[in-house]
Antibody, heavy 123, light 107 residues
């Protein structure tokens, strides 16, 4: 069964740090780019960051650039999101998502999602 | 950044009725990179449509997508009880962005 399982969420103080993890199973992990998407309570979806299958390319939303770092360990089938200097507005449920990749066209959407992990930034 | 505006904000319909959801982009979007998702309370989003009109694996054929340029539509031909949820459109230009969502609620 294809599955993503996030962990690492919790309460973090503004200016602190937190690392989220997402363990994948049921597919060839290294073949697929992965993304993090967040959803503030009662709000819509916001793409946060993406990483290529090899880990050699990373991408960030302007709202987190310079503060968050995405990485992956293909030997552990895990993608990470290191959150440094979080702000109150980073409070959200964070989902990892597998990108649906089609040859030539590239990523066409996110076809597998984890259940999410809640991050609360508060003093 | 391309902004996606979904309408209406809330759609109140009865089971068996047809639902038509709109997603309008602030500038032209390649149909290849337009997707739709369904989200139920307490659950992660689920991919319904990619490439503007292709159904994802396991999605019933009552769901269909159409459109091009700046105007896209998700149609649910006959609402089933399990279809009452929030729907988001998504596009990829230089970055992925989502619409704010349309809630389909039971009338």
């Amino acid at each position: 069964e294809v599955q993503l399982l996030e962990s690492g969420g919790g309460l973090v103080q503004p200016g602190g740090s937190l690392r989220l993890s997402c363990a994948a199973s049921g597919f060839t992990f290294s073949s697929y780019p992965m993304s993090w998407v967040r959803q503030a309570p009662g709000k819509g979806l916001e793409w946060v960051s993406a990483i290529s299958g090899s880990g050699g390319s990373t991408y960030y939303a302007d709202s987190v650039k310079g503060r968050f770092t995405i990485s992956r360990d293909n030997s552990k089938n895990t993608v990470y999101l290191q959150m440094n200097s979080p702000r109150a507005e980073d409070t959200a449920t964070y989902y990892c998502a597998k990108e649906k990749v089609v040859a030539v066209a590239g990523t066409l959407g996110f076809d597998i999602w984890g259940q999410g992990t809640m991050v609360t930034v508060s003093s | 950044e391309i902004v996606l505006t979904q309408s209406p904000g809330t759609l109140s319909l009865s089971p068996g009725e047809r639902a038509t959801l709109s997603c309008r982009a602030s500038q032209s979007v390649s149909s290849t990179y337009l997707a739709w998702y369904q989200q139920k309370p307490g659950q992660a989003p689920r991919l319904l449509i990619y490439g503007a009109s292709s159904r994802a694996t396991g999605i019933p054929d009552r769901f269909s997508g159409s459109g091009s340029g700046t105007d896209f539509t998700l149609t649910i031909s006959r609402l089933e009880p399990e279809d009452f949820a929030v729907y988001f459109c998504q596009q990829y230009g230089s970055a992925w962005t989502f619409g704010q969502g349309t809630k389909v609620e039971i009338k």
